[in-house]
């Protein structure tokens, strides 16, 4: 007797910097429908680390209440984003070579391949989180689908992330304890991708850097496979630090001025503009020099760009030694999609051409629903996004009597 | 995971590659799930079977905790009140005596309680309890009399009476009414040793049983007899020819206007049967039967076993008293 | 017989004798030197007293950067230093952290300055941000340590330096900045012990505002020329970088504001000039002003600012479960330079440091790059 599959629930959370935020949705035909949206101002996290648990745990345990009291659905299983330092990835390979008698490939060639690329033990102290697919060589030839092919050296790659064993834990403890399975961690940049990135983007290459308040993660598509992602812990939150202690002003006015009045950019004539804190001239009212504020930020902005192309530059020598690495148009035709809450900041694209030398745009999460389609958001809506594709949930079946009473009394 | 699973798991710190790295084999998720109502709320959820076997258990503590008690022997004397019943005709004063004899009184431990009480004679059971607000909890079941011996003790003292339970015992019979001990046949003419409660009256074993029998079986003859006399009565031997009992009928239970019947006999060894038999016959007719002339007759139930031809098997015959 | 001096300026390191050396020209009498040194050959022989220390450790070839051997040379000479330091009621020490002898002398030798019954304030350097990470991490744990023995504590940042004197200037002129300040301080706290001011304060009032180890001590300094000089001093002293900090530091309990100009200074200039420091930095408490006519000044007023912030009785964060314990003798000297005044709000957590540079301190601080005047 097989009851008939319901269909499935996806939530998602993304816990940055500044806020964290969770999207419930339901698969129906294959996409994803929101049935609930939550976000809520994050608490214990600084620079993408955790420095206060507790509050942490608190504030992730009301951003999922509110997800569950507004769909009216119990979260069983989640998907967490992981971001920042504490993500490492490298390449892993593992080869096999094709039995010469027939010279075709074979499914059991290919996953004989992976096997051995995951028997790479991760470092001390560290934990496989995501095996992320990259280009399989089959003598040295990138191909799609390897099986029935001819060649003599079938070479898999993949893109491995771990994390310290310490830091998991203490996730998935958080989460477990409000009663949630953890049911897989997604790559946030690649999430951040998923949600801005199109597939011929990602066919013939791009660069994607999600800017948030803590940490800049990127991640570089080629041939529509990972071909290397970092992580820069610089974020919205150094800009408007460097704003607060040259102006000397409160963190919250540093913000303010940010959003209203900030640009990558510093211009000749911004130095000529005056402009008042509050606007209205009233008392304890405050000027400033615009030129200021531009010269600030668009420093510490094309520095964070800086330190991501020397990073990428960085990876890709290490995955091609030997070769000088160039970084222009030709290798990444779609050039540098930037999202994330300070892609928000007026003229990042042209700051990011300026340092880079590419082509960049800003990149809005492609949503059904309008208020998710902020560059903020990408993070949060890629995730679903990519979990729909690479980690589905499980099918649902309605539970019987005898399932019931077993979960009721399961210890 | 089953328990075979369990045990023999595979330790982690046994190189088994990656797969034991991989987060999923670090941290097995066991969560419970989120009751439909608590949506939105507290998120902690508990399984309920630890609470259930909890309170099953603590149930079963109290249960066995409460049991004990009932037999312990620590409770604080209470005021002292008695709830006391018998089946017989004990009073709750005798039985208040019994309790408070002892140094401890009332506080006596239930063991000695019952232990006093089943000393006496009259009594052949005692169920004594402590409840828990120090109240004693007495139930008796009393020796029931089927007869009473008189006996003077010496000379000076008043008359003694005792009674004779269906099991050969004596007791005083405290609390007996006067008319219920009046009712009761004597048992005369017996030979005893011992006195008091160890009084053993020979051919009691014949005689009590005998009454007992007839108490519950044929309570209207019962009530007719004021006496059994064990002069003729050797014991239960079989095969004792002679042995018998003789029971002395009140002569205020029969009809004037024939001859009185003043005895009965039975034999020892057969009452059981002259009894069925005596149920069957009419005596009554058989007083009034032409030729019953003498005022007084004797009936003889005793059915002596001499099958020959020569000496059929007597009837129960009834045999005129001599006047004296 | 010759009193000890009031003030003894003790150079401490490579850095702080070069900049005691280039200041001893310009002192009042009452401010004796003092110049101590791993490396012998920056003790100039002859003229001020010098003391050579871990003659045995190092001998006299300077540290290489060592922190500890600096501290064990400084040990060494205890005996000597506590003679050095005895009879004289106020000690600035001046010394360049990141270095072995700065870093790793410092603390101790304050610390025995402060033995011996000596108010100590320290005026001590940051490395610059591009001196790499293993200077600044060394400095960084200097100057929390400093800041426990010492009763004031100055800290001076080598990238504000550069921020004062235009791109292209040749370093030694950010050095003369720097110079200037401490000058500054220094004529201030000089001014005060001395004889025959305009307005005249007791010694031992300022010795009370810097009377207790690791507060936080703020500092500023500023020039003004001409008409309305004492005012432009003023706002000069306010806007002096060294000041400048979000947070706690801003506003401080007690002040001590010297004022020096020429002749033409009036006593009603200088309580304007102190009217608009206090305004910016606080002095709730006690606000203690010396104004001093120094002819040479000219029509030049200058106006130093020195002040404490004595910890405030509200209640500190509580200490978070598993935290340390915070220990009530050393208040919230978290707050002190340091950490609010580069990093601002990343104070307090740990340095980031991508290509050896701290990517927390902001951007235009490291690149050095001069902010347009603020309107």
């Known amino acids: 007797m097989t009851s008939k ?84 990835g490298e390449r892993v390979k593992g080869f096999v070579a094709v ?225 000088a690495v160039k970084l222009d148009q030709n290798m990444i035709p779609s050039g540098v999609i930037l999202t994330g809450g300070s892609a928000n900041l007026a003229d990042a694209s042209e700051a990011v051409q300026q340092v880079t030398g590419l082509s960049a745009r800003v990149g809005v999460p492609n949503f059904e629903n309008e208020s998710l389609r902020k560059p903020e958001y990408a993070g949060v809506v890629g995730l679903m996004t990519a979990a729909i594709t690479d980690a589905p949930p499980p099918v649902r079946r309605p539970r019987g009597f005898l399932a019931q009473l077993k979960e009721l009394f399961r210890l | 995971m089953g328990l075979f699973d369990d045990l023999f798991r595979k330790r982690r710190d046994a190189f088994m590659g990656p797969a034991d790295r991989d987060w ?66 004990l009073t709750a004063d005798f039985v208040k ?30 169920d004594v309890r402590r409840r828990s607000d120090g109240t004693l ?188 | 017989m010759s009193a000890p001096a009031s003030i003894l300026l003790v150079g401490l390191g490579g850095a702080g004798c070069s900049m005691v050396t280039r200041l001893a020209a310009q002192l009042p009498a009452e401010v004796g030197v003092a110049l101590l040194d791993t490396d012998a050959r920056s003790l100039p022989a002859g003229g001020g007293t010098t003391l050579q220390l871990g003659r045995a450790q190092t001998r006299g070839m300077g540290t290489g950067g060592e922190a500890a051997l600096g501290q064990a040379s400084a040990e060494s000479e205890e005996a000597a230093l506590r003679r050095l330091f005895t009879g004289v009621p106020l000690v600035v020490l001046v010394t360049g952290l990141g270095g072995g002898t700065g870093s790793g002398a410092a603390t101790v030798v304050a610390g025995l300055a402060a033995e011996t019954g000596a108010t100590v304030l320290s005026f001590a350097t940051m490395p610059f941000s591009h001196e790499g990470e293993r200077r600044m991490r060394q400095a960084n744990d200097a100057t929390v340590k400093l800041a426990q023995k010492c009763h004031g504590l100055v800290v001076v940042h080598n990238d504000l330096l550069l921020q004062q004197v235009s791109p292209d200037a040749p370093l030694s002129e950010s050095f003369a900045a720097a110079d200037n300040w401490v000058g500054g301080a220094l004529r201030g706290l000089a001014g005060a012990f001395a004889p025959g001011a305009l307005i005249a304060i007791d010694p031992a009032g300022l010795r009370s505002i810097l009377s207790t180890p690791g507060s936080p001590t703020l500092f500023a300094f500023g020039v003004g020329q001409g008409e309305g000089a004492a005012m432009k001093a003023a706002r000069a002293a306010c806007d002096c970088p060294l000041a400048h900090a979000p947070g706690a530091v801003a506003k401080v309990a007690s002040l001590f504001v010297y004022v020096a100009g020429g002749s033409a200074m009036t006593t009603t200039e200088a309580f304007e000039a102190v009217g608009a420091v206090r305004t910016r930095f606080g002095g709730e408490t006690s606000t203690i002003l010396c104004a001093r006519i120094e002819a040479s000044l000219g029509d030049r007023i200058e106006v130093s600012v020195l002040g404490a912030s004595l910890p405030a009785p509200k209640a500190a964060a509580k200490p978070k ?55």
């Open chain 1, 5 to 88: 599959p319901l269909p499935s629930l996806i939530a998602v959370i993304d816990i940055g910097t500044h806020k964290t935020a969770s999207l419930l949705g339901q698969i129906i035909d294959g996409k994803a429908r929101m049935l609930s949206f939550s976000e809520r101002r994050t608490d214990g996290v600084v620079k993408g680390t955790v420095t206060d648990l507790e509050k942490l745990t608190q504030c992730v345990h009301e951003v999922v209440n509110d997800i569950e009291r507004g769909s009216g659905r119990a979260v069983e299983q989640i998907y967490l984003s992981l971001s920042g330092p504490a993500a490492e």
């Open chain 1, 99 to 323: 039995p010469a008698h027939d010279g075709k490939v074979t499914a059991k060639d290919v996953s004989d391949a992976i096997a051995s690329a995951k028997r790479l033990e991760p470092p001390e102290g560290r934990t496989t989180i995501l095996y992320m697919r990259q280009p399989t060589m089959l003598d040295n030839r990138p191909v799609g689908n390897p099986v029935g092919m001819a060649g003599k050296r079938l070479e898999v790659t993949f893109w491995r992330v771990t994390m310290e064993e310490g830091n998991m834990r203490m996730r998935v403890g958080m989460v477990n304890g409000m009663s949630i399975r953890v049911r897989d961690f997604i790559l946030a940049s690649h999430a951040a991708a998923c949600a801005t990135a199109s597939d011929a983007d990602k066919q013939g290459g791009v660069l994607v850097i999600d800017m948030g308040a803590g940490t800049t993660d990127w991640i570089l598509y080629y041939k529509e496979h990972i071909l290397c992602a970092g992580s820069i812990p610089v974020g919205g939150e150094h800009l408007t630090n460097d704003l607060s202690v040259a102006l000397r002003i409160s963190r919250e006015t540093a913000e303010d001025l940010k959003l209203r009045f900030g640009s990558a950019m510093h211009r000749e004539n911004d130095v000529n503009q005056t402009i008042w804190k509050d606007g209205d001239k009233g008392v304890g009212d405050q000027q400033f020099n615009r030129g200021t504020i531009t010269q600030v930020l668009s420093l510490r902005y094309q520095e964070t760009i800086e330190f991501v192309r020397k990073d990428v530059i960085r990876r890709l020598e290490a995955i091609f030694p030997g070769h």
């Open chain 2, 24 to 89: 999923r084999a670090l941290v097995p998720q066991d969560v419970n799930r989120v009751p439909e109502g608590e949506i939105g709320r507290k998120r902690a959820v508990r399984s309920k079977l630890p609470t259930f076997l909890a309170a099953g258990f603590f149930a079963v503590l109290v249960g066995l905790l409460w049991w004990a008690v009932d037999e312990s022997t620590t409770a604080a004397p209470a005021a002292g009140s008695l709830r006391f019943k018998t089946d017989g005709f």
């Open chain 2, 97 to 126: 005596k019994v309790v408070a004899n002892g140094p401890e009184g009332f506080g006596r431990d239930v063991r000695s309680i019952k232990t006093d009480l089943e000393a006496d004679n009259q009594v052949v059971a005692a």
């Open chain 2, 137 to 324: 909890d007495i139930a008796l079941r009393e020796r029931l009399a089927v007869a009473k011996i008189v006996s003077l003790p010496g000379k000076g003292t008043p008359m003694q009476v005792r009674l004779v339970a269906s099991d050969g015992q004596t007791f005083a019979g405290a609390g007996y009414p006067e008319q219920a001990v009046r009712n009761l046949p004597e048992i005369q003419h017996f030979r005893s040793s011992g006195s008091d409660d160890k009084l053993l009256i020979e051919g009691i074993e014949i005689a009590a049983p005998f009454l007992l029998a007839v108490r519950t079986g044929y309570p209207n003859l019962y009530k007719q007899w004021s006496a059994v006399s064990l002069r003729d009565c050797f014991g239960a031997q079989e095969d004792s020819p002679g042995s018998n009992l003789r029971v002395t009928v009140r002569p205020g239970t029969q009809p004037m206007d024939r001859p009185a019947l003043v005895e009965i006999v039975f034999s020892t060894a057969n009452w059981r049967n002259e009894l069925m038999l005596l149920g069957r016959i009419n005596v009554d007719e058989l007083l009034r039967r032409p030729g019953t002339t003498s005022q007084a007759y004797v009936l003889k139930m005793s059915i002596q076993n001499r099958t020959n031809a020569n000496s059929p098997v007597p009837e129960p015959r009834l045999v005129p008293l001599p006047l004296r």
């Open chain 3, 321 to 375: 479960k598993g935290a340390k314990a915070v220990d009530p003798s050393q208040p919230i000297f978290e707050f002190a330079t340091e950490e609010s005044m580069r990093r601002g709000l990343f104070g307090g957590t740990p340095m980031t440091f991508i290509e050896g540079q701290d990517v927390d301190v902001p951007a235009y601080i490291r690149k050095a790059v001069r902010l347009p005047a603020s309107p």
